[in-house]
C-alpha cells in the first residue's frame, strides 16, 4: 500500500479548502437553476468537487508516456464528475436506478457542470504549474550562470595560485650549481632558460593575455631545463608553424601538458623518450598536442590534478566549444591534446 | 680505515655535484657505486658492502624512501631532498641525516662531521621515519581503475573515470558516456565494478554503473524504482529496486 501513497501526492489541505470554497461559489452562482436547497446542492457540488480533485491529483502523479498529462486530468475530471454525481446519490440516500431513468436530466446538468468547472479549474492549475515551472527553469538556468561564473572565478584563482613547483626549481639550481664548476656555458644556459620560465610562470610576472608563441617559448625553456637535468633521456621537438604564433591560447596549459609527459610519461621509464609539441588550424579551431613516447598510462595510475583543471578551465573560458583529449600514441606513450576555437 | 659510499639520485649532474663536494669536504669517503634510483638495492650492497647510502627522496622507479627500507639498518642513511617540508620537519625530529639541494658546503660539513661520528656505531633504524613520510608522501593511493581505454576509429583514446558520467551494458559492449562524448568498450560492468573506486561508482542497475559526482538528482520512478538525472546529460538513468536503498534518505 505504501508504494502507492506517492499518487497522492501534491493532495494537500490547501487544494481541499480551495475545492470545497469552489464548490460553495459554483453552488451560489448555478443555484437558480435548480429546484434543490442551496446546502443539498452544496453537498452534490462537494462530492462531485472532491471526486474529481482526487482522480485530477492521482492522474497528475501517475507515470506513464502514452498520453500527456494534461489529457489524463482533463479526463479525470471528467471521470470524476460523473462518479462524484453517483457518489452525491448515494450520499443523500437517492435510489441509484432513478438517477438514469426519471431524474437524468437533472444529473446530466449537475454532470455538466461539474466537467465544466472542473476543466476551467484544470485549466487554471496547468497554467499555474507552467508558471512555476518557468520559474523553476529561470531559476536553474540563474543558478548555472552564477556556477559558471564562479568556475570562472575559481579557474582564475587557480591560475594564479598556480605556483613555480619548489622541488623544481631548487633541483634546478643544484644543476646550475654544479654546472657553474664544471661548465660555465651550460650553467648560462640553463640559467637563461630558467628566467625564461619563471618570467612566465610566476603569477606576479604573467601577463594577462597570452599567445600560443609565449605559451611554446615557455615550454620550450620548462623542456630545456630537463634536458640538462635528465641527460640523454629527454630529447624534444617542437612543430609550430609562426602563423600560429599569434593566436590566442590560454595560459599555462601547455605548460601542464609538457609537465605530465615529463612526469608520468618519460621520467618513469628509466629509457630515453621523445616529447613533440605540435600546433595546427583546422576549420578554425586550433589543436595544440603534446606526443611523448613515454611510458603511457597505466589503467590504474592517476593522471595528476593537473588534466582535471584543464578540463575546468577550458569549460569555464570556451563552454562545450573546446576539449581536451588524451590518446595513445603509437607504438608508446600519449598524445595529449587541447582544441580551442581559433582566434587571433 | 676509509668509508665507502653509494650514491643514488636520478639525475647525473647532481650525481657528480655530491660526489665532488664530498671529495673536498671528506677525502676518505670512497663514493664505490652510483645508482640513478633503488632498484638492485640488494645487489648493490652484497656486491660492495657500503657504510653510507646517500639517497634522493624523488626518483622514479624505486624511490629514496623504498630504498631505505631495503637497505634496513645494514648501512647508514643519508636522505637528500631538493625540497619536502613535511620530510625536513620529519628529519629534524628524528635526528637522521639530510641535505638539501643545492648543497650549502656549510651544512655539508656539518653533516659530515656527523656521520664521521656515527659510521662507528650501528645504523640506526629509520623504518619508523620512513613509514610515517611514506604515508605524509601518499606514496600508495589505492588500486583503483583511473583511465578507460577506448577504440575510436584507429586511436586509442584515454578517458580519466572522473571524466565518466556513468557506464551502462549495451548487449555485448559497455557504453561508456562522459560529457562530451560516448565510446564503447568491451570490459563488461561486472568487470569494472571490481576495479572502479566504490566510493565514486556506485552500481544502480544490473546494467548501470554511475559516477556519483555527476548526479544532479534523484527522484521516484515507476514502481520501486528511482529515476537520476545528470549534470550535464539529458539521458536518465533507472535506479532498479534491488539499489533504490543507497538513495533512501539519511
Redesign the interface.
Known amino acids: 500500500m505504501k508504494?502507492y501513497l506517492?499518487l497522492l501526492e501534491g493532495l494537500t489541505v490547501q487544494r481541499v479548502l480551495w475545492v470545497t470554497a469552489i464548490c460553495a461559489a459554483a453552488t451560489a452562482t448555478v443555484i437558480w437553476l435548480f429546484l434543490n436547497t442551496y446546502f443539498d446542492l452544496f453537498v452534490t457540488a462537494l462530492c462531485v468537487g472532491y471526486t474529481s480533485m482526487l482522480m485530477f491529483t492521482v492522474a497528475g502523479n501517475i507515470?506513464q508516456t502514452r498520453m500527456p498529462r494534461e489529457a489524463m486530468q482533463v479526463l479525470a475530471v471528467v471521470v470524476g464528475s460523473v462518479l462524484g454525481t453517483i457518489f452525491a446519490g448515494f450520499v443523500k440516500g437517492r435510489d441509484i436506478s432513478q438517477m438514469f431513468t426519471e431524474r437524468l436530466a437533472g444529473v446530466a446538468i449537475s454532470m455538466g457542470l461539474g466537467i465544466g468547472f472542473g476543466c476551467i479549474i484544470v485549466a487554471a492549475m496547468i497554467l499555474r504549474e507552467k508558471h512555476a515551472r518557468d520559474q523553476a527553469r529561470i531559476a536553474k538556468a540563474e543558478a548555472e550562470r552564477h556556477q559558471l561564473e564562479k568556475n570562472v572565478l575559481e579557474a582564475q584563482l587557480q591560475l594564479m595560485q598556480a605556483q613555480v613547483e619548489?622541488?623544481f626549481?631548487?633541483?634546478t639550481?643544484?644543476?646550475?650549481?654544479?654546472?657553474v664548476?664544471?661548465d660555465a656555458a651550460s650553467a648560462t644556459r640553463v640559467l637563461e632558460s630558467l628566467i625564461q620560465y619563471l618570467r612566465a610562470a610566476l603569477p606576479q610576472m604573467r601577463e594577462g593575455a597570452t599567445n600560443l608563441g609565449r605559451e611554446v617559448d615557455m615550454a620550450r625553456a620548462f623542456l630545456e631545463i630537463h634536458r640538462?637535468?635528465?641527460?640523454s633521456r629527454l630529447a624534444f621537438d617542437i612543430e609550430v608553424p609562426d602563423d600560429l604564433k599569434c593566436r590566442a591560447f590560454p595560459p599555462m596549459m601547455l605548460i601542464s601538458l609538457v609537465e605530465n609527459a615529463i612526469k608520468h610519461g618519460v621520467?618513469?621509464?628509466?629509457e630515453s623518450g621523445m616529447i613533440t609539441i605540435r600546433a595546427r588550424e583546422d576549420e578554425g579551431r586550433l589543436r595544440v598536442s603534446v606526443t611523448d613516447t613515454g611510458e603511457g598510462?597505466?589503467?590504474?595510475?592517476?593522471?595528476g590534478v593537473g588534466?582535471?583543471n584543464i578540463?575546468e578551465r577550458l569549460k569555464a573560458l570556451y563552454g562545450?566549444s573546446a576539449?581536451l583529449?588524451?590518446?595513445?600514441n603509437a607504438p608508446r606513450g600519449?598524445v595529449a591534446s587541447i582544441e580551442v576555437p581559433a582566434t587571433s | 680505515m676509509g668509508f665507502t659510499a653509494v650514491i643514488a639520485d636520478?639525475?647525473?649532474?647532481?650525481r657528480?655535484?655530491l660526489r665532488?663536494r664530498l671529495a673536498k669536504l671528506w677525502p676518505e669517503l670512497a663514493v664505490v657505486h652510483e645508482m640513478?634510483?633503488g632498484r638492485g638495492i640488494e645487489e648493490v650492497i652484497a656486491a660492495h658492502e657500503p657504510d653510507l647510502f646517500f639517497l634522493d627522496i624523488?626518483m622514479?622507479?624505486v624511490n629514496g624512501l623504498e630504498a631505505a627500507r631495503a637497505v634496513a639498518g645494514r648501512a647508514h642513511v643519508v636522505f637528500v631532498t631538493?625540497?619536502?617540508q613535511y620530510a625536513v620537519e620529519a628529519f629534524e625530529r628524528g635526528a637522521i641525516d639530510y641535505v638539501?639541494?643545492?648543497?650549502n658546503e656549510e651544512r655539508l660539513g656539518v653533516t659530515v662531521e656527523r656521520l664521521r661520528e656515527r659510521l662507528e656505531m650501528k645504523p640506526a633504524s629509520v623504518d619508523a621515519l620512513v613509514e610515517q613520510l611514506a604515508g605524509r608522501l601518499g606514496a600508495r593511493?589505492a588500486?583503483?581503475?583511473?583511465?578507460i581505454?577506448a577504440s575510436?576509429g584507429s586511436?586509442?583514446?584515454?578517458?580519466?573515470v572522473?571524466?565518466v558520467l556513468f557506464f551502462q551494458s549495451d548487449e555485448k559492449y559497455t557504453r561508456v558516456v562522459t560529457c562530451?562524448s560516448e565510446v564503447l568498450i568491451r570490459k563488461p560492468i561486472k568487470e569494472l565494478l571490481d576495479?572502479l573506486d566504490p566510493a565514486k561508482f556506485w552500481q544502480i542497475h544490473r546494467a548501470t554503473i554511475v559516477n556519483v559526482d555527476h548526479i544532479a538528482s534523484v527522484r521516484?520512478?515507476?514502481?520501486?524504482q528511482a529515476e537520476i538525472a545528470l549534470r550535464d546529460n539529458r539521458e536518465t538513468l533507472v535506479v532498479s529496486r534491488a539499489f533504490t536503498h543507497l538513495f533512501k534518505q539519511m
Open positions: 508504494s506517492h507515470r619548489p622541488h626549481l631548487f633541483n639550481l643544484a644543476n646550475v650549481q654544479h654546472l664548476e664544471t640538462v637535468r635528465m641527460g621520467d618513469p621509464c628509466c598510462v597505466k589503467p590504474k595510475q592517476g593522471g588534466l582535471t578540463r562545450s576539449r583529449v588524451m590518446e595513445e600519449v | 636520478d639525475e647525473p649532474l647532481l657528480a655535484n665532488t640513478e634510483n624523488h622514479p622507479g631538493a625540497f619536502d638539501l639541494k643545492p648543497f593511493p588500486e583503483h581503475l583511473r583511465w581505454k575510436v586511436n586509442v583514446r584515454l578517458i580519466p572522473e571524466e562530451d576495479e521516484r520512478g515507476l514502481k520501486d
